[in-house]
């Protein structure tokens, strides 16, 4: 167990409505990412963090933008959420042995009306 | 740009009927090739690593072998518990030292008793 919670679970909203989509961790882990799973997709990196305050930008973060005020929490929003965001999304840490797998939370899908 | 295909798409067994997942990939410059389980609902979860041809790992009744090409998932004797959609991703050196993952879109694979 990676101790990453994911919240919320599920989540209905509207077009043009700000989200925001929580992950936190309690192993103190530096490298933190936010994932989208689609049908047809292979998971796409939308933001990733390597620090407090440090992040950048993954494949698909047009409409997104991430926060990390502390090393436990990463913040994922979407300022105004449009129905291509409907999504599950996924939280994931970097492992920190020399392998580099993830470990991923739950998924927080999100449906947008 | 990197490339992950998996097949099949769908794969049904018979519980005791081993059978392989396949992952073709294009790369350039492969730091890594993982194998991950997911079930219904749930994040996906690490099972192997490999990084150079010829390498094999086991857990259970799974083995993950690499080719230059192309990475294998054997199930020996699957089980229903072995039912899940198997991901199989690609790391490489991204520009400015992010290591830039790639996920294929799945085997669905289920084991009827």
């Known amino acids: 167990d990676a101790g990453i919670t994911q919240s919320p679970r599920h989540k209905v909203t509207e077009t043009g409505t700000p989200v925001t989509l929580r992950c936190h961790q309690t192993?103190?882990?530096?490298?933190m990412y936010w994932y989208r799973q689609d049908p047809g997709h292979g998971l796409r990196l939308i933001h990733y963090s390597y620090g407090v305050k440090d992040t950048d930008k993954g494949e698909v973060s047009d409409g997104y933008s991430v926060s990390r005020s502390k090393t436990e929490d990463f913040l994922l929003t979407l300022e105004s959420a449009t129905s291509s965001q409907t999504s599950v999304y996924f939280c994931a840490i970097k492992g920190t042995g020399s392998t580099g797998e993830l470990f991923f939370g739950e998924g927080s899908r999100l449906t947008v009306l | 740009e990197d490339q992950v295909t998996q097949s099949p798409e769908a794969l049904r067994l018979q519980e005791g009927e081993s059978s392989s997942l396949n992952c073709s990939y294009t790369?350039?410059?492969?730091?890594?090739l993982f194998w991950y389980r997911q079930d219904p609902g749930k994040g996906p979860e690490f099972l192997f690593t490999?990084?150079?041809a010829g390498e094999e790992k086991e857990k259970e009744r799974l083995k993950a072998t690499l080719t230059k090409k192309e990475s294998f998932l054997h199930i020996t004797a699957p089980k229903p518990e072995d039912s899940a959609t198997y991901l199989c991703a690609v790391q490489r050196l991204g520009s400015g030292g992010y290591q830039k993952v790639t996920f294929g879109i799945g085997t669905k694979l289920q084991v009827i008793p």
């Open positions: 192993e103190n882990h530096r490298y």
């Open positions: 790369v350039s410059g492969l730091r890594g």
């Open positions: 490999l990084y150079s």
